[in-house]
């Protein structure tokens, strides 16, 4: 597409969101990934439209941002608008070099005007159910055949980490997963800060048998106070996993994962891709002495 085309359809495709909720968030998302090479697509997957940004063309393999929960709670009440004020995910996608990457927001998050209204609980209680996780998988299908991917590589902020292992069980050509600060084990987690189940949602951490041969990295923050380093420490001991390497980070849930990613891709993510990354054989013995007093 030659730069005024890309220029047109982008503004029409952002007067389509102007007046609904995010749409300011989208157009500023949408323009400055414009500049990165990206371009906007919006996704049915029925009943939801998924907001998405694309990179390149045709090519074998296609990497696949997925955004974490966004503003799902506001003042202890469902937010109105799940839209993220600061989408991690995406900042991590422009940061990446391959030749075929997708962003691809959640339900509810930076819809376009005339879109089907839909229920929080998809933010909330249902933010990992079976209609998310398959909507997901439908948008992730039809891009990868506009670009003629024969692999997907996963990579997920916070609740899109779960969001990632879901998705991974559920298909067969997924090549490495890639967590960033993941929402792993939701029981554990609701468990921990006092709240009540996420009727709903599925655990990421029930069926990792499913994903144990998939190469996968769980990046994690040390300070991390709304998904703590257990619940990937729990997860990397649920399954007898091929390859699954643990990597701290020295910081807390939201700051300085744009500033890492670089080094994190160069030193683990794009290694694992090329299948060259060695295998760590168990988690980090120092994690576990802070965390169980072992």
């Not at 997957?45 to 966004?70: C, I, M, R, T």
């Not at 554990?188 to 990792?208: D, F, M």
């Not at 649920?238 to 390859?243: M, R």
């Not at 891709?265 to 576990?288: C, G, M, V």
């Amino acid at each position: 597409m030659s730069k005024i085309g890309l220029a047109v359809f982008l503004a029409m495709f952002l007067t389509l969101g102007c007046g609904a909720p995010g749409a300011k968030l989208w157009e500023k998302a949408a323009q400055r990934s414009v500049g990165h090479g990206f371009r906007p697509l919006s996704l049915y997957a029925q009943p939801f439209h998924l907001s998405a940004l694309l990179k390149g063309g045709q090519n074998s393999e296609l990497v696949v941002y997925l955004e974490g929960d966004g503003r799902s709670i506001v003042h202890g009440q469902p937010a109105s608008d799940p839209t993220p004020r600061d989408a991690q995910s995406l900042e991590l996608a422009l940061l990446d070099p391959a030749p075929a990457v997708l962003y691809l927001a959640r339900i509810g998050q930076f819809q376009p005007l005339g879109s089907t209204p839909v229920s929080s609980e998809y933010w909330t209680d249902k933010r990992l159910s079976e209609e998310a996780v398959m909507a997901a998988n439908v948008a992730i299908e039809r891009v990868k055949a506009m670009v003629g991917a024969q692999k997907i590589h996963l990579v997920g902020y916070s609740g899109g980490g779960g969001l990632a292992i879901l998705i991974a069980e559920r298909r067969s050509d997924v090549a490495t997963i890639v967590t960033v600060a993941g929402l792993l084990d939701i029981d554990t987690w609701v468990r921990n800060k006092n709240w009540r189940p996420l009727v709903g949602s599925l655990n990421p951490i029930k069926n990792t048998w499913m994903i144990a041969h998939i190469p996968q990295i769980h990046v994690y923050g040390l300070d991390d106070q709304i998904i703590p380093p257990e619940l990937s420490y729990k997860f990397a001991n649920s399954a007898k996993f091929a390859k699954l390497t643990r990597v701290s980070q020295d910081t807390d849930h939201y700051s300085g994962w744009t500033k890492k990613w670089p080094d994190l891709l160069n030193k683990y993510i794009l290694p694992l891709r090329r299948d060259e990354l060695p295998t760590e054989a168990t988690p980090n013995k120092s994690l576990e002495s802070v965390l169980f007093g072992r």
